[in-house]
């Protein structure tokens, strides 16, 4: 099986497709659905029919009708199964079954990884890429999925690609080594497809290549001792001072600061080698990580100081001062990364949160407000909200947000309770304490031991 485009596509199949067209063109979404799926079953290396059905369907179920299932399943899951084993005999067949769930639930997490690996059985690659694109898209919490679509764009000699997905693991797990050094890696593999090496590349350009590829593998191996990794650094520092815009020593010096857990110095160098790369989106995340780290480790240092003395005024003043920073830090990250992608519900959400722990209550409320759009972080969007109301003494409207969000949580878990919690504490400050012991109850019946339910619960007894 192949790929095709439309001047390929069998005359029964085209004569499907210019209808589909049409019909979409009309706004005749239903039809267009039930010719496109008659289009792929024609023709199932059509990616563009696929494409277009993708958007029919999102637009007619609406990304807001996503549930999960009991088990963190999403819908169909059994169907999904049942399709995953026939695939095992008969892929070709396999492929409109898993269009039929897809046109009722789109963006299933389930589905497009089932289609992905039957795309791949098929040899037909670029559909297997949109299917986890598509998770990518609208499900970019499953980092999972993302990880197997970067490896897929490697293992096909795309590392651009996979620079971008790994940049968007990253968003969603800043600390991921594996997402953080496949970006390294990805971004180092694209450098050397743009630079275009040919036949007329010297054998001793090569060979100082290997050289200086193999003494960087050997600067970041881990397991030094700190003695070793320090005569690494100075050797480094040596390279460096000889050229300071030589991109693979500051590189090589950050990672070596980085073992050494010097994340100040680590920071230093791997934004100065972010300036170097004329924008290696990988390197900035990584200097942002070694931030965090050094601010961390600032705060560590302060709080266990005061600790050893807790009257110290001057010590009290350095610790709030740096944790101050660090919001007002975290904001302007946000900042940026959202100005990037104004239309990314993730970003509005991380740079709501980060508005709203630096106080700026009414400046955090339009961003999470946005941030609703996206169905998988909803249910966490609206406890934020909720709390952002709550904050700013407007009660009814944070009730009305955690009321949303409960409509959408049908599984006791720990997102639920923790919704159920603040609803409770926001009835009690509202003097209504038949609907905060409600909510209280309800976490009581499943889970005695949460937080201080209990003590709250048979206290109202007591008190009978």
């Known amino acids: 099986m192949a790929e095709i485009s439309e001047n390929e596509l069998p005359a029964n199949a085209r004569a499907l497709w210019l209808k589909s067209l049409t019909a979409v063109q009309m706004n005749n979404t239903e039809y267009a659905v039930s010719l496109l799926q008659a289009v792929l079953k024609d023709a199932p290396g059509f990616l563009e029919a696929r494409k277009i059905l993708r958007k029919c369907a999102i637009q007619l179920t609406g990304l807001g009708n996503k549930k999960k299932g009991i088990f963190g399943m999403s819908g169909g899951g059994m169907a999904i199964m049942k399709i995953a084993s026939q695939a095992k005999k008969d892929p070709a067949s396999a492929l409109p079954l898993i269009e039929k769930e897809l046109e009722k639930d789109p963006i299933n997490e389930q589905a497009n990884d089932l289609l992905f690996d039957l795309a791949l059985k098929l040899d037909l690659p670029k559909t297997a890429a949109f299917a986890l694109e598509t998770i990518r898209n609208f499900a970019p919490e499953n980092t999972k999925l993302l990880h197997k679509l970067a490896e897929f764009y490697l293992s096909n000699n795309d590392p651009s690609h996979a620079v971008e997905v790994y940049n968007d693991i990253i968003k969603q797990t800043p600390l991921d080594s594996a997402a953080i050094k496949g970006a390294k890696d990805s971004s180092a593999r694209a450098s050397m497809q743009k630079q275009k090496w040919d036949e007329n590349t010297s054998a001793r350009d090569l060979m100082r290549n290997i050289s200086q590829t193999e003494e960087l593998e050997q600067a970041s191996r881990t397991g030094l001792t700190k003695e070793q990794l320090e005569a690494r650094r100075d050797k480094a520092i040596e390279k460096y001072n000889a050229d300071s815009n030589n991109l693979a020593a500051v590189k090589d010096l950050a990672n070596i600061y980085e073992q050494l857990e010097d994340w100040a110095n680590a920071h230093t160098f791997f934004h100065w080698a972010h300036s170097l790369s004329h924008g290696d989106i990988a390197l900035a995340n990584k200097a942002a990580v070694m931030r965090d780290q050094a601010l961390e480790h600032e705060l560590k240092m302060l709080e266990e100081a005061l600790a050893a003395d807790p009257d110290n005024v001057e010590l009290q003043d350095q610790l709030a001062a ?47 407000q946005q941030a609703t759009r996206n169905p998988h972080i909803r249910t966490r969007v609206l406890l934020m909200l909720g709390r952002t109301f709550r904050a700013k003494n407007m009660h009814d409207l944070a009730i009305k947000q955690l009321s949303d969000a409960l409509a959408d949580l049908h599984v006791m878990d720990g997102t639920k309770k923790e919704v159920l919690y603040e609803k409770g504490q926001i009835h009690h400050e509202m003097g209504d304490k038949t609907a905060a012991l409600d909510s209280f109850k309800q976490i009581y019946e499943v889970d005695y031991g949460y937080r201080d339910v209990a003590q709250r619960v048979e206290s109202s007894y007591a008190n009978d």
């Open 322 to 368: 740096s944790r101050a920073a660090r919001l007002r830090d975290q904001v302007i990250e946000a900042q940026q990364r959202m100005e990037q992608n104004p239309t990314d519900p993730q970003l509005r959400f991380e740079l709501g949160k980060a508005l709203y722990r630096s106080g700026d209550f009414t400046g955090a409320i339009p961003h999470l």
